[in-house]
């Protein structure tokens, strides 16, 4: 069975940065898409970035684009969010997922993914 495993989170200063880390057990992380999701206070659960399964897309959402990055290091089954420029409105919990879909497109689409981590919180301070 498959275990994601988040760390990174903590309090930051708006225009901080924090990487988020999610480490992948029971299975090899190429053999999944990868998903990074958030859910601030009183909003749903929204897509923040993604991996493909194929390794050749990336993709973070519209609203952090320019200021999040995703990325993986196969050799250590771990998937990453590095964050900077952060804002207030970036606080949230943040979910990594994972999906068995062999797609060459990033998986945007919550319902798609079979495995979630157990969240971390992001506070970014005014």
């Known amino acids: 069975q498959v275990q994601l495993v988040e760390s990174g989170g903590g309090l930051v200063q708006a225009g901080g940065s924090l990487r988020l880390s999610c480490a992948v057990s029971?299975?090899?992380?190429?053999?999944?898409?990868m998903g990074w999701f958030r859910q601030a206070p009183g909003k749903e659960r929204e897509f923040v970035g993604g991996?493909?399964?194929?390794?050749?897309?990336?993709l973070v959402a519209r609203s952090v684009k320019g200021r999040f990055t995703i990325s993986s290091d196969n050799a250590k089954n771990t998937v990453y969010l590095q964050m900077n420029s952060l804002r207030p409105e970036d606080t949230a919990v943040y979910y990594c997922?994972?999906?068995?879909?062999?797609?060459?497109?990033?998986?945007?689409?919550?319902?798609?993914?079979?495995?979630w981590g157990q969240g971390t919180q992001v506070t970014v301070s005014s």
């Open positions: 991996l493909s399964w194929s390794g050749t897309s990336t």
């Open positions: 997922a994972a999906t068995g879909a062999k797609t060459i497109a990033v998986v945007t689409t919550m319902a798609r993914y079979d495995y």
């Open positions: 029971g299975r090899t992380l190429s053999n999944y898409g």
